[in-house]
């Protein structure tokens, strides 16, 4: 069985980067993360370089996987479109081998698929290349809905190749179809735009995660001590924490992987980073979880599944500023702000330049939390003005 | 108030007003520490947008350091604006909370997420002196008035998910005797038919007789 690997999701997360050594991104283009959705709106679009010391226009994109993607043979699909003309050629270069070549577009708007089949023990780079014909030195063209496909595992997969010439498999962006699914695998009255009811094919995990803890908060509307204090409260929340989990290969075997006892730390990071890319795919944030005890006799009422608020760690609480109170309210001045405007993204803390004697002009009351845990470790100034040896000031 | 803590979970309480100036340093510092990193994962930042004490519910906490116990829920009377009405998205954005993803000292702004943007705008009333009057906001969402922010750092030494799981009310015994697994949504069919073979085959202690489970339900094995 193939396994599709998530490269929007890589692309987002910065485990995949981008590098564009040839040519430019045309103004129209949607970015370079446009090549890895599934938007039939959005492409990445590239002009090549007239000016190419080849004497033809080439444009180049390097893609680079950090960790390398495991796996022992790949298939990279493309889909590429001439915009101002054909383009002659395209062709890929895998961990800067030799280069695979396909022809272009023939024509304009002419949509071409190319398929690129490799073995390679784990793939940490693609570089994809345009150039047009000696005749031709000037043409621009749009890539989009790369879809990159682990064939052979390193413990071996069997993969049924007649599944790659089946609609579902084919790039759904270039035969007009969709890809949201409300179900796995199945056809229903809710899928966005699936309006033939075939049934819709999404990536399956072969994940399972072997949970260490359950760090519960407070009880809503109730204050105190919890199970960890150092944590920014989220009352009626816990955090399900793992450090394990076991992947059922298509032969039934397993393989174990983990971040538990320091592995992943210091010296050992790409188990760490490996781990998370696993991790992200698996749990997304909005999608569903199911904690599952394996002691049958636990008293317990877990519901069946759980939204995934969060899935990148704990947050650990290091300062709270307030305005100071004035009699039944507060009122720290007028250079008080806590403002944040959805159109810009941006949250105020001063308001205009700030008092120009530069003190107390926010006036704001505040604590810090965890400080020889968490500030220290990145803050070696001191919040206030006149500090004491300890660089935290007079305490009440 | 109580000084110190604890030497590690230590929270300090000065008796003197913050300042721009020293916030910025503070939050330059943050954000110099995560740029320089190779891993930047335990290097996050967020921002929790907190109520006033007046708006919580007990109304008798004078303690301001319990006010993060209270986080603004986007669905929840008074912690949405009454013109939008209540979000419910199922993120952090529910609980008010997202990444800051930079500052900026000199106009002293932080940029907030845009991959996970908070659900409402938050606006803390400014000022009641009648003499600056121009500076009177009316807040919103209602409980934002005092303008009240948590700033935590992220810490992913353990992969952690965040869920509504009330666990005094869930696991009031704990988790008992033995491990228990996380099982994503999109687990394949064949997988989630025969977890507990897959999971006595990986040396898991599953509760019964591990011997009953030597066969595979072949159901589902071929789906892709």
Known sequence: MARKINLKGLFDTGLLSSSLEEGAVNALSNGIGAMFDNDPNLTTKFETDPLHFSGVGVSAVKLTFIPPIQGKNFRLKTNIKGINSGSNKAFISVNGGPSITRNGPSSISTIIQHNYDFNISGLSSIKLNQSAATTNTSFDIEIFNIELFVIDEADPYEFNDSVLTTQAWNSSRYIGRQLIGSKINSARRDDVGNNDRIPIIQNYSRNIYIGSRVIGMTEPGITGSFDDPTLTPFPGFSYVTVDEYITVNSDDSITRRSVRGGRGEGDDLNARKGFYQAWYQDFPIGKQVQVKPLDKKLAQSLSPRYNVFNNSGQLQKMLLVNQHPAGDTVDSGSYYAASYETSSFIFDYCSGSGNPDETNDIGADFNIFNYLLLSQKFFTGSLIANPTPDGLGVRT | ?224
Do not use: C
């Open chain 2, 1 to 224: 108030m109580a000084g110190i803590d604890s030497p590690s979970t230590s929270t300090v309480t000065p008796n003197v007003r913050l300042n721009r100036i020293k916030l910025a340093e503070y939050f330059d510092s943050a954000f110099s520490f995560k740029s320089g990193s190779e891993w930047k994962g335990d290097k996050r930042f967020f921002i929790t947008f907190l109520p006033n004490v007046s708006n919580i519910a007990q109304g008798t906490l004078t303690d301001t350091r319990e006010i993060p116990n209270f986080p603004i829920r986007t669905k929840l009377t008074g912690s949405y604006d009454n013109i939008s009405g209540a979000k419910i998205s199922n993120n952090l954005a529910e609980l008010s909370t997202t990444e800051i993803t930079g500052h900026d000292g000199s106009t002293h702004q932080l940029t907030l997420s845009k991959d996970f943007p908070l659900n409402q705008q938050y606006i803390a009333r400014r000022h009641i002196d009648t003499v600056e009057s121009i500076h009177n906001h009316s807040a919103t969402p209602p409980f934002f008035e005092s303008g009240s922010y948590l700033i935590s750092k992220l810490n992913d030494d353990n992969p952690s998910l965040l869920v509504e799981l009330n666990k005094d009310q869930a696991l009031p015994n704990g988790l008992g005797d033995k491990e228990f697994i996380v099982i994503p949504e999109n687990l394949h069919p064949f997988i989630k038919d025969n977890l507990q073979y897959f999971l006595t085959r990986a040396g898991i202690d599953v509760s019964g007789d591990a011997s009953q489970y030597t066969t595979l339900d072949e159901t589902n094995r071929n789906l892709l």
